[in-house]
């Protein structure tokens, strides 16, 4: 696969979709091809299971149910939009993937990490990002600008604790592999951020 395969991360309110399509216009204006995508949904079927799994009327929806569903979405998306992108030589953006299970699924609901993985590695064939963008934001701060958005779906709307686990797992995921992420503070400016994104894009893109 001739591709750049790149992902955003961090915990909900991080700012993270806002660079991901900052760096889409920067990739435009280069001239470089690329596709914008997300998890969960990213195709027609993918995006009824992330209805199912986001609405607020399915709060008793097991964890290992919503895992699942997690993995099925994202082996959907792989297989109809992403590896043929990378095939075709495109940078792929997707708004969250396998990092996020770990994060929001595993810790945060207590399911086994290893399990989870072992699940998106399945789903994916081991298809794993070349580089993957966290934006950090404290787990108070990022909930702030949700509740300013409205009403939360059914996962931004678990308690501050919950997203605490998430935010610190999403840390511990780029210390083991500082080769892979690019850990950036969410409480700068989005043009501050946005500019190590497009200084590192560069680098990767050898510009």
């Known amino acids: 696969m001739a591709g ?4 955003f991360e961090g915990p909900d309110g991080a700012g993270k979709t806002t660079q991901l399509k900052l760096l889409a216009h920067h990739l435009q204006s280069l001239g470089i091809p690329y596709i914008v995508t997300r998890e969960p949904g990213g195709t027609p079927l993918a995006d009824k299971i992330r209805a199912l799994l986001l609405d607020v009327q399915n709060e008793n929806m097991a964890p290992k149910t919503e895992a699942l569903l997690y993995a ?3 082996a959907q998306h792989v297989e109809e939009v992403i590896k043929p992108a990378l095939v075709r030589g495109d940078v792929v953006l997707c708004d969250r993937y396998i990092d996020a299970s770990i994060a ?4 945060g609901l207590n399911l086994s990490p290893d399990m989870i993985r072992r699940w998106s590695v399945e ?3 081991g298809l794993w990002p070349h580089r993957t963008f966290l934006i950090d934001v404290p787990s108070e701060f990022g909930l702030s600008r949700i509740a300013a958005r409205g009403t939360p779906d059914r996962i931004e709307g678990r308690g501050v604790l919950y997203h605490e686990r998430v935010r610190r797992t999403f840390l511990e995921l780029a210390r083991q592999e500082p080769d892979r992420f690019v850990i950036l503070d969410g409480s700068a400016t989005i043009e501050a951020i946005a500019d190590q994104i497009r200084h590192e894009m560069n680098r990767l ?3």
């Not at 929001?104 to 810790?107: K, S």
């Open 104 to 107: 929001y699924q595993a810790v």
């Open 4 to 7: 750049l395969f790149i992902t």
């Open 72 to 74: 099925a979405s994202r």
């Open 123 to 125: 789903a994916t064939d």
């Open 205 to 207: 893109l050898n510009l």
